[in-house]
T-cell receptor, first 116, second 114 residues
Framework: AQSVAQPEDQVNVAEGNPLTVKCTYS??????LFWYVQYPNRGLQFLLKYITGDNLVKGSYGFEAEFNKSQTSFHLKKPSALVSDSALYFC??????????????FGSGTQLTVLP | EAQVTQNPRYLITVTGKKLTVTCSQN?????MSWYRQDPGLGLRQIYY???????DKGDVPEGYKVSRKEKRNFPLILESPSPNQTSLYFC?????????????FGQGTRLTVV
């Protein structure tokens, strides 16, 4: 079975500082990994994904994520946080080798607050 | 504009009164799914559909029904809603030909069952 863990319910960071939102995953085979962001009263918006190749993936709004196979992690990062980055962030995984490969499993979400 | 449209956005209903939440996408996506979002639990998949007339249970299907008679529409049906189905619901769609495609989400439907 595939699973995702986001160990921090809440992350606070000062504007202009770098931010990291953590994600670890568990799959049987190879993972496809995704980050989504949810602003208040809105649906989820796609930020970036890791499929294969370069371990550092760049996405929307200046976000990037680093795939680390040995640590089974896919942490979301941004060099300089903005107040407008404050939102709920979800990590998700799809196991390419399982029978339920079409399913996407989400983490519990991390609320990011960027303080002015 | 490419989008997934859910209706209604907000709904308050009473226990046992059948309701339908509609979902429509204009991207010709094969794959559609329904999720519920609850605090601390993230998003959990209720049902999914890989194409017209092909549906299957997700992780939390009890108390829900779906149908896929047309490619663009994927309604979620609660035959006899109960208070434990109070939640925020999202419909999503994506291309079904590859596993690496990202999903597009609707705006959400906040359902309260009293």
């Amino acid at each position: 079975a595939q699973s995702v863990a986001q160990p921090e319910d809440q992350v606070n960071v000062a504007e202009g500082n770098p931010l990291t939102v953590k994600c670890t995953y568990s799959v049987s085979g190879n993972p496809y990994l995704f980050w989504y962001v949810q602003y208040p009263n809105r649906g989820l918006q796609f930020l970036l994904k890791y499929i294969t190749g370069d371990n550092l993936v760049k996405g929307s709004y200046g976000f990037e994520a680093e795939f680390n196979k040995s640590q089974t992690s896919f942490h979301l990062k941004k060099p300089s946080a903005l107040v407008s980055d404050s939102a709920l962030y979800f990590c998700a995984v799809r196991d390419t080798s399982s029978g339920s490969a079409r399913q996407l499993t989400f983490g519990s979400g991390t609320q990011l607050t960027v303080l002015p | 504009e490419a989008q997934v449209t859910q209706n209604p956005r907000y709904l308050i209903t009473v226990t046992g009164k059948k309701l339908t939440v509609t979902c429509s996408q204009n991207m010709n996506h094969e794959y559609m799914s329904w999720y519920r979002q609850d605090p601390g639990l993230g998003l959990r998949q209720i049902y999914y559909s890989m194409n017209v007339e092909v549906t299957d249970k997700g992780d939390v299907p009890e108390g829900y029904k779906v149908s896929r008679k047309e490619k663009r529409n994927f309604p979620l049906i609660l035959e006899s809603p109960s208070p434990n189905q109070t939640s925020l619901y999202f419909c999503a769609s994506r291309r079904g030909d590859r596993l690496n495609t990202e999903a597009f989400f609707g705006q959400g439907t906040r359902l309260t069952v009293v």
